[in-house]
């Protein structure tokens, strides 16, 4: 074991922490300490490490262990990045139904945060692409579960940021895939309101959606956005689908702060502008379903204080007070927004999933005193009307806050874990303010 230093994206979570590299065929057996489990590593809240915890590491070197394509079924290792199935999965005219927008996160990662992508109204989260898990517990050994077999224990493990144990194996569902090109329809729209009525009315008519809003401004009036709205291409062939060599780590010599002064408005007009050009394209499949590329050097550009990321599922019935009064927050204390993403949800929540129906509003605040006096203030109104926040998202969230938002799931997340694993020897982050162990 080596001691690492452990810096969460957003830069508010900073550890020295024993690591352990585990390799997922070998089954190195673990000691009774603490262990916190990181896959790739790309949590924006540091949810895969923990103070006085050993960190482990996991790889594998064949990470692909049985594919069925008559059946449209997988059999990985955690540690499988999703640039690295895509690229295997794509030529057989196969991939998963649901993805999160970063290609290098882990199979174990998506799996423990129970991530979404851009077809959440039609595909639902992570969960609907498992169909089994083998998981590691130091006291309990290789355990299988699924909805027929462990059932808790499956349930626990999607969603339970590693409370359970290495995830060693996962079954995986997959989709037909004809085509890796999609015909793209880019409209525009002048605020969050429109965003809302015009997702609404094409949402199930395309195959993927997402939202960007130019929150530059404090005027709610001059919020122009983009609503990019992706169909599979027609009579097309899967074409060059090699993408692991434009998801390289960007590692700049300095943190450029960028997001926190006004070239942000720039920076964000730019945007607006190069995509509004092009209003119908044909673009690959892994530029839609993965915008978020080049994760690290758009952190860069928060410098060294670094941004806060607020993802809040807001009911449908309440959506359109819930943004009026969100918008009076704004400006009044005027924040630097770089970021902001509209989804349509339609799930269900259960335990501490960020799952359910309504809308999922995302916003990237430049962390200063504006930016977090700005999120104190929406946290009041999350909770009025009955908002749940992205736990892997925002590193402010208190225990309190979390009991208030996700209720009598909190309680029966605690209340399985606790009979699982009573010592509660997997935690991180995440955990400790789950389970109040220095949380706040």
Known sequence: MIKKKFTSADLFSNEYCQSLLYDLISNKTLSNSNYSIKGSGSSIVGAFFSKGATVVEVQSKNEVIALDVDNKEIIVRSSITLSKLYEFLIPKHLFLASVPSYPGASIGGCIAANVHGQNH????????????????HP???????????????????????????????????????????????TVAFSNLFEAFQLMEGESLNYDYLHSWCDMSSANCNKQSGLLSLGS??????????????????????????????????VVNKLYYFINIIRRHKIMPLHDFIFPSKSNLFYFSMFGKKGVIEHQVLIPKEVAKRYLKDMMVIIEENNPRISLCHLKVFRGHGS???????????????????????????????????????????????????????????????????????PLIKFRNNIINKVFNKNGK
Do not use: W
Request: hydrophobic share 40%; aromatic share 10%; proline share 1%.
């Open 139 to 185: 006291d309990k050994g290789l355990i299988e579960g699924s909805i027929d077999k462990n059932k808790d224990l499956f349930n626990l493990t999607i969603g339970g940021y590693g409370i359970t144990g290495v995830i060693h194996e996962a079954k995986l569902h997959l989709i037909s895939v004809k085509t890796n090109l999609l015909n793209v329809k």
């Open 351 to 421: 335990l501490l999933r960020f799952d359910g129906s309504g809308y999922c509003l995302a916003l990237h605040f430049f962390n200063n005193f504006n930016g977090v006096n700005t999120l104190q203030e929406i946290d009041k109104i999350d909770l009025y009307y009955g908002c749940k926040v992205n736990l892997v998202k925002d590193s402010r969230l208190s225990t309190e806050s979390i009991n208030r938002q996700y209720n009598s799931g909190a309680d029966l997340f605690r209340m399985k874990a606790l009979n699982y694993d």
């Open 232 to 265: 599979y291409k027609q009579g097309s062939e899967i074409e060059q689908c090699k993408i692991y060599h434009q998801i390289k780590k960007i590692h700049l010599p300095v943190l450029i702060n960028i997001f926190g002064t006004k070239l942000m408005i």
């Open 121 to 136: 109204i039609k595909e639902g989260c992570f969960l609907n692409n498992i169909k089994s898990l083998v998981i590691y």
